[in-house]
């Protein structure tokens, strides 16, 4: 993988969104759906794969996991130690994404887990007890009412201010 990400053109960004709805589409399909050739887009997939663009994967539905707990967990760090904290919290295997915050939290983890003393065990014992962390506060979800896995497509955000850049 390289160290840089690829630009996503016009191109890339429709390839992209026919991947999220479905990424076992075939290179022919999507080619005669742009009206580019198979080999366009073989490429393009490949270049977006090895940049790190992008990664073909199956989602499992959490339904099939059981029952799940979704827990948010917000941490407040000490000046100084954020960016070791969130590299702390994004080792940890139950903790499937770490996001650094402005606002009530400093830091965001979200996991899923089995049972009420796995957050216990997570939160209070092992984030709480890290060096820089000030306090910890989690929130389970009781009912999720709506979740769309495609909410974290590797797009660029299309600002409204942004001038269109030259082909």
Do not use: W
Not at 12 to 30: C, E, F, G, P
Not at 88 to 115: H, K, S, T, Y
Request: net charge positive; glycine share 8%.
């Amino acid at each position: 993988m390289t160290s840089r990400l690829p630009v996503l053109d016009e191109l890339d960004r429709r390839i992209v969104d026919l991947l999220t709805v479905d990424a076992r589409v075939s290179n022919r399909q999507i080619a005669a759906q742009l009206g580019v050739t198979e080999g366009t887009i073989r490429g393009r997939i490949n270049r977006l794969e090895a940049g790190g663009a992008i990664r073909l994967t199956a989602v499992t539905n959490v339904a099939f996991a059981g029952s799940p707990k979704v827990v948010l967990i917000g941490i407040l760090a000490q000046h100084g130690e954020l960016q070791e904290v969130s590299r702390q919290v994004a080792a940890m295997p139950e903790i499937g994404c770490v996001i650094l915050m402005l606002g009530r939290f400093d830091i965001l983890a979200v996991g899923l887990f089995a049972a009420l003393e796995d957050i216990v065990e997570v939160a209070n014992n092992r984030i709480l007890a890290l060096p820089g962390v000030r306090h910890v506060e989690t929130s389970i979800a009781v009912k999720t009412l709506k979740y769309d896995y495609r909410a974290a497509k590797i797009t660029p955000v299309r600002r409204a201010t942004a001038k269109p850049r030259s082909a």
